[in-house]
């Protein structure tokens, strides 16, 4: 099961809206075939597995970490193709949430005589499928909140310079979180300030660029800006209001770039009825790359499933430069947000600390 979650895992970033998995077919105490999906539309992992295994697969048992799909989608159903390849057992990892499948699959593999068994590595294969999970339960994205800051939580100095808190080894992290998500989010501010590309940049050019999501409330941001820079090749959506013009939303949309306009309420853009929305354009999982005040908006709004914070060995200080989350902050210790299941991790000079909310 170690080796199909190493194998499903390889398409990270590749497989979304539907689950990474990986298969593992074993006869005889010994590995005669494996696969994984690598892309929504292409062979299920169970398929590639059993392709490679031919006839040596009756009689073989199946590793795979999650179960296995009973019904035609982008590809015919898995359980079919396991039976009728002569499988005798199957190891499984977790149920799929889907409730097109939900248990009807292991039935399915049941009632045909095979040997079914759930639940091995369950933890660690819903670790790996943490966002399909969310997504098919809520139709809504996973979002994971981002941010460097000093030992004393500041995300740039009183001047606003920011570039750069974290070491080359933490910013390299960030690309690979950014090559495994459907979208990155910022606001307006950030784009204001950093003008970023928001895409991917890997060594050796590997890695895709998710689809930037630009929120810009009050239509500020320059046209120029290089976030809508090369729309007509990686997904660009601006999010704004009423108060974008018509000409600034043919410009934009003559360059390719998705225009969403949603209702102001309290003088922003609400968030929850933002996430929504990408659920529904079956963007599921977004990087939260936005300053302090964005971050406030979006645990305010309890949008946010994760927290990824790269803690870099610098005293910044002074009380105008800003901190992760600003806002008015909250009134009593009872209000925090408390961060679950953390995990600290060395990247270079710096430290990542991941929890969930």
């Not at 960030?174 to 307006?188: E, K, P, Y």
């Not at 991917?200 to 941001?221: C, Q």
């Not at 043919?250 to 225009?259: A, M, V």
């Amino acid at each position: 099961m170690r080796r199909a979650l190493e194998l499903a895992g390889k398409a990270a970033g590749r497989t979304s809206p539907n689950p990474m998995v990986g298969a593992v077919i074993v006869k005889n105490g010994r590995v005669i075939a494996e696969g994984y999906h690598k892309k929504a539309g292409r062979p299920h992992g169970e398929i590639e597995a059993l392709r490679k295994a031919g006839k040596q697969a009756k009689g073989a048992q199946m590793f795979v970490n999650l179960e296995p799909c009973c019904y035609q989608g982008r590809t015919p159903p898995c359980t079919d193709a396991i039976i009728e390849s002569g499988i005798k057992e199957v190891f499984l990892g977790m149920c799929d949430p889907n409730p097109r499948v939900a248990g009807k699959g292991i039935r399915q593999l049941r009632r045909a005589g095979v040997t079914v068994h759930s639940g091995l590595l369950k933890t660690d294969c819903q670790h790996l499928n943490e966002v399909f999970v969310k997504y098919i339960e809520t139709g809504k994205p996973f979002v994971t909140l981002k941010s460097a800051l000093s030992l004393d939580g500041k995300i740039a100095t009183s001047t606003g310079e920011s570039q750069w808190i974290t070491g080359p080894e933490a910013r390299e992290r960030v690309h690979r979180m950014r090559d495994q998500v459907d979208a990155i989010l910022v606001g307006a501010g950030t784009v204001l300030k950093d003008n970023p590309r928001l895409t991917t940049r890997l060594k050796k050019g590997k890695g895709h660029n998710p689809a930037r999501v630009i929120l810009d409330a009050k239509a500020e941001i320059p046209l120029k800006a290089r976030v809508f820079h090369h729309a007509n090749r990686d997904r660009v959506v601006y999010v704004t209001t009423n108060k974008a013009s018509a000409s600034r939303v043919k410009r934009l949309t003559d360059r390719g770039i998705e225009i969403q306009v949603l209702q102001v309420k309290r003088s922003r853009i609400s968030l929850i009825e933002l996430i929504n929305l990408l659920g529904k354009m079956e963007i599921a999982s977004v990087l939260l790359e936005g300053g302090s005040g964005i971050n406030a908006s979006a645990l305010k709004a309890g949008i946010v499933d994760k927290v990824v914070l790269f803690l870099a060995p610098l005293i910044i200080g002074g009380e105008s430069a800003p901190g992760v989350v600003g806002g008015p902050g909250i009134k009593s210790l009872k209000q925090a947000l408390n961060i679950k299941n953390l995990t600290v991790t060395s990247v270079g000079a710096d430290w990542m600390v991941e929890g969930y909310l």
